[in-house]
């Protein structure tokens, strides 16, 4: 498991399709930067713009969460673009050794209450609207499997069910969970504390021991199958909150008081149920629903390509875009100084200044070589290329930048180094293959070395540290035929 966790911290993965060779026009700069670039005379060194033709598929992968990742939790109502999501969690919290027990003679505990602590890193949405959650325990009969990683978008394939609620919906304000906690056992922020009915206290404090549910591991679970933390799908909710079970603020408090046999005075305590990042089982289900949403009108399902004007990413689970370059075989040979792919956010201007800036666009796009034979992404070869420090993310491109253009003082872009790649398709007549614009979390990416090494593939994984948080991040972009903000490959070059 530390391996294939190491090797998946490599991967990242993006698409695009289509072009047509339409001219020349004057371009004063690239959108990566001139370098060593030479400058553009009309004379030894030329621009040129193809036309791609792209369309919005739903992803079909099946992404999944590990134990060290963030995990998201929350509902997104009001989503005119994307729809509606749901995130909802299941997560087992344990006792340190076994077998447990609360110290003191048990006649002299006295309850005091039971929190569910939640290590908080942030939100993506409006954080202005309240979110309802609740917790409860994960039904006995669905019962989490440690040896499980599960999909985070089948949840009906793999169901793990919250059973009995464990207290009343919470309503909790995104805007003061950073706020300071103070208290006699603790000085912490970014928790959220929910607490729990006192007869669930009363439970894991006096009625479960070192004699029944506390015996060992495997006896606790037949008692106690783990949280279920889910929020109410009703409006205004419109957030998803960023949670990490490996944080130390993520726990179970028990809180409690004692006295000795004769004593006067009694001492209140605690003790903290944690996550265990290397047995412990969770998983973290997001769904996603487009219906009456703009991207269901938009979004491809069968293999015809068309060209729409309109393409949408949604990081896994959720959309990618499917890029063809059709008149990139067919373009004479010539040296290529820098041929790249451009793609531009399109604004929503009815949401300009609130759903358009709540639901920020992903941090990062993939660019990769679809094969819909084997369903499988493959990186661009000789432009993407992994070395022992990792992938040249930076050199390929593919990060989120802003930039003023069309009247719009903020427009997310990306961009994609393609030299090598047009070079190939060029001089040596490499396929021009069909490429895919996704925004990934948890991926594989089959892997070719730079030519002339032989063309065998390696698998390889991109982690969110590397690409992006699960559900975090949405982008509309503009398509090969936009009028505006139409995503095009340009090419500088010489002849020969």
């Known amino acids: 498991m530390r391996l294939f966790s190491t090797l998946r911290n490599t991967f990242i993965f993006c698409i695009i399709s289509g072009s047509f060779l339409t001219g020349c026009t004057r371009i004063t700069s690239t959108e990566l930067g001139g370098g060593l670039i030479p400058p553009i005379d009309g004379v030894l060194t030329k621009d040129t713009i193809l036309d791609v033709i ?11 969460i590990y134990k060290g990742d963030i995990h998201m939790l929350g509902a997104i109502t009001n989503d005119p673009i994307f729809g509606r999501t749901s995130a909802s969690m299941f997560f087992e919290l344990s006792p340190s050794f076994y077998p447990f027990f609360i110290p003191g003679n048990k006649d002299s505990i006295r309850v005091d209450s039971a929190v569910l602590i939640l290590g908080y890193n942030g939100f993506y949405g409006d954080s202005t609207q309240p979110l309802r959650l609740t917790v409860s325990e994960i039904d006995q009969s669905t019962p989490l499997d440690r040896n499980r990683l599960y999909p985070v978008n089948y949840p009906n394939v793999t169901p793990v069910n919250a059973g009995a609620a464990l207290g009343s919906p919470v309503s909790v304000d995104i805007r003061r969970l950073s706020d300071s906690v103070k208290n006699r056992f603790e000085i912490a922020t970014n928790q959220i504390r929910i607490r729990l009915r006192n007869d669930v206290a009363q439970r894991f404090i006096k009625t479960y021991d070192s004699t029944n549910a506390y015996k060992n591991d495997s006896i606790f679970r037949t008692y106690f199958a783990g949280f279920a933390l889910t929020a109410d799908q009703t409006g205004p909710a419109n957030a998803l909150l960023r949670i990490s079970l490996s944080d130390t603020n993520t726990k179970f408090a028990l809180y409690y008081s004692s006295s000795s046999t004769g004593a006067t005075t009694r001492d209140t305590s605690v003790h903290y149920f944690r996550f265990n990042t290397l047995a412990g089982g969770d998983a973290n289900f997001i769904t996603r629903s487009r219906a009456g949403s703009q ?32 008149g990139l075989a067919s373009l004479s040979n010539r040296i290529i100084h820098r041929a790249e792919l451009i793609a531009e956010q399109v604004p929503d201007d009815a949401n300009l200044l609130t759903i358009d800036q709540q639901m920020s666009v992903p941090r990062y796009l993939l660019l990769s070589v679809y094969d819909s034979v084997t369903n499988r992404k493959r990186n661009v070869r000789n432009d993407y290329i992994f070395s022992t420090e990792g992938p040249n993310i930076t050199d390929f491109g593919g990060f989120a930048f802003y930039k003023t253009t069309q009247g719009y003082n903020r427009v997310a872009s990306y961009t994609f180094n393609m030299s090598r790649y047009v070079q190939g398709i060029i001089s040596r007549k490499d396929t021009s293959h069909l490429l895919k614009l996704s925004a990934p979390a948890n991926d594989s990416l089959y892997y070719a070395n730079p030519y002339p090494n032989p063309n065998t593939y390696i698998i390889y994984y991109l982690n969110p540290s590397i690409g992006n948080d699960p559900a975090n991040g949405r982008v509309r972009l503009g398509g090969g035929t936009h009028s505006r903000f139409r995503m095009r490959i340009r090419i500088i070059f010489s002849r020969i």
């Open 54 to 64: 792209t369309d919005t598929y739903n992803e079909i992968d099946t992404p999944r």
């Open 295 to 326: 991207v269901a009108n938009y979004t491809t399902t069968n293999n015809s390509p068309k060209s729409d004007s309109l393409v949408y990413v949604q990081t896994s689970p959720g959309t990618t875009v499917r890029v063809r370059i059709p």
